[in-house]
């Protein structure tokens, strides 16, 4: 089955402690992307990837990381997480560059305390 | 970069009746226009997108409309039913097609 997973689906944790939210497809998708879904702010972009090796940032990039070692991960890396990063976190691929059809994870539920 | 507005926020409408979403954007550059619904609990899903080359696009009770010159487009949903409840999403993407901008969002609830 295609699709887009993400992993964990619900984490809490404390200020200041790393955290990696792992995501993955199967369907050989050359862009990926992340996105942070925060009430009356929709969905916004805080990195893509375009291939392997190659990322950039989004709209709020500011206290995340990714890396995209293999086409099918892209993990999101919170060094030092902070309350104002509790939010819903969406993976999304998609064959190439936009104008495709995006395909997204089910979220990760990320509280901050 | 792009902006995209979206309204209403809330939206509720008797079964049977259309739904009308509408969405600005801010680039004229942006050619490429996605909605996505998303249903409680999941992560959002393409229900129909339209290109900066087309006027209209239509898929069953599903139409998107643009107007270029005025940089708005819409989405109708005709003979709504219950499971069409659920959170809408447009989107903008320019020509690079390398970042998605999404509207805020529209809580769409049709009452049977």
């Known amino acids: 089955e295609a699709q887009v997973t993400q992993n964990p689906r619900y984490l809490i944790t404390v200020t200041g402690k790393k955290l990696t939210v792992t995501c993955s497809q199967n369907?050989?998708?050359?862009?990926m992307s992340w996105y942070r879904q925060d009430p009356g702010l929709g969905l916004r972009q805080i990195y893509y990837?375009?291939?392997?090796?190659?990322?950039d940032k989004g709209d709020v990039p500011e206290g995340y990381k990714v890396s995209r070692k293999e086409k099918r991960n892209f993990p999101l890396i919170l060094e030092s997480p902070s309350p104002n990063q509790t939010s819903l976190y969406f993976c999304a691929s998609s064959l190439s560059r936009g104008g495709d059809t995006q395909y997204f994870g089910p979220g990760t539920r990320l509280t901050v305390l | 970069g792009e902006n995209v507005e979206q309204h209403p926020s809330t939206l509720s409408v008797q079964e049977g009746d259309s739904a009308v979403i509408k969405c600005t954007y801010s680039d004229s550059a942006s050619n490429y226009f996605p909605w996505y619904k998303q249903e409680l609990g999941k992560g959002p899903q393409l229900i129909i997108d339209?290109?900066?080359?087309?006027g209209e696009k239509k898929d069953q009770r599903i139409a998107v409309t643009l107007n270029k010159t005025a940089k708005h487009f819409s989405l109708h949903i005709t003979e709504t039913q219950p499971e069409d409840s659920a959170v809408y999403f447009c989107a903008a993407t320019p020509p690079e097609g390398n970042q998605f901008y999404f509207g805020t969002g529209t809580s769409l609830t049709v009452i049977p």
């Open positions: 369907m050989n998708h050359e862009y």
């Open positions: 990837s375009m291939n392997v090796e190659v990322t």
């Open positions: 339209i290109r900066s080359n087309v």
